[in-house]
């Protein structure tokens, strides 16, 4: 079944508003990835995130990865039209190697 | 230099018919995996393989679906007795494998996507 949730599904905001999208697992993760899915494109790789309470940030983007590792979280600062796309979290369980994607948080932006 | 590709980028067929799909990795990457995503979901993993270790085939939906590969090259995602609902997007992935984190523990590098194949069962 799913072990990566994340939420919400959408989210529609005015550019120049900020946006989140959450990343939940029930089992602790060996690492967070971060992809981005422009419309009709493939998946991107933004971020990979390893360490227990690790922040990265790329411009806008700021990444977290929870203590327990279990949880991650994108936030983006003052979106704009080009950040509009599906942003997908994906966390490596221990065991095994299979790359559990959440099912996207999908982000439209009007100007 | 050159990224994922994959062939052919469309693919319509009948039910019942059987498909091979084709990824060409990025050299030198020694894991690929094979990603299945239905219209307007998420990403659904397929199998990994990882250079000459046994493949990762826990999730392949059923019997009807295989992958080859030969090395660290070319992969070949086969689909016998097409039914309707394996019309998706099938991409491909590769990256260079595992790493060594900060912390000690082994983690997988980060996947390079190919352009996917669009596969619709009539």
């Known amino acids: 079944g799913q072990q990566v949730m994340q939420i919400p599904q959408y989210q529609h905001v005015q550019e120049g508003e900020d946006f989140t999208t959450y990343c939940n697992s029930s089992t602790t993760l060996s690492n967070i990835q971060w992809y981005k899915q422009r419309p009709g494109g493939h998946p991107v790789f933004l971020i990979q995130?390893?360490?227990?309470?690790e922040v990265k940030k790329q411009k806008r983007l700021t990444f977290q990865f929870g203590e327990a590792k279990k949880n991650s979280s994108l936030h983006i600062t003052a979106t704009q039209t080009t950040d509009v796309g599906t942003y997908f979290c994906?966390?490596?369980?221990?065991?095994?190697?299979?790359?559990?994607f959440g099912k996207g948080t999908s982000l439209l932006v009007t100007p | 230099g050159a990224g994922v590709s994959q062939s052919p980028s469309n693919k319509v067929t009948e039910k019942g018919k059987d498909v091979e799909l084709r990824c060409d990795p990025i050299?030198?990457?020694?894991?690929l995996y094979w990603y299945r995503q239905r219209l307007g979901q998420g990403l659904e993993f397929l199998i990994y393989f990882q250079g000459n270790s046994a493949p990762d085939k826990s999730g392949l939906p059923s019997d009807r679906f295989s992958a080859e590969r030969t090395g660290e090259s070319v992969s070949t995602l086969t689909i016998q007795r097409t039914q309707q609902e394996d019309s998706a997007v099938y991409l491909c992935?590769?990256?260079?494998?595992?790493?060594?984190?900060?912390?000690?523990?082994?983690?997988?590098?980060?996947?390079?996507f190919g352009p996917g194949t669009r596969l619709t069962v009539l």
């Open positions: 050299s030198g990457h020694t894991a």
């Open positions: 995130l390893v360490k227990s309470g």
């Open positions: 992935a590769s990256s260079l494998g595992e790493f060594l984190a900060g912390d000690g523990r082994h983690s997988l590098d980060t996947q390079y």
């Open positions: 994906a966390g490596h369980l221990n065991s095994g190697y299979a790359l559990n």
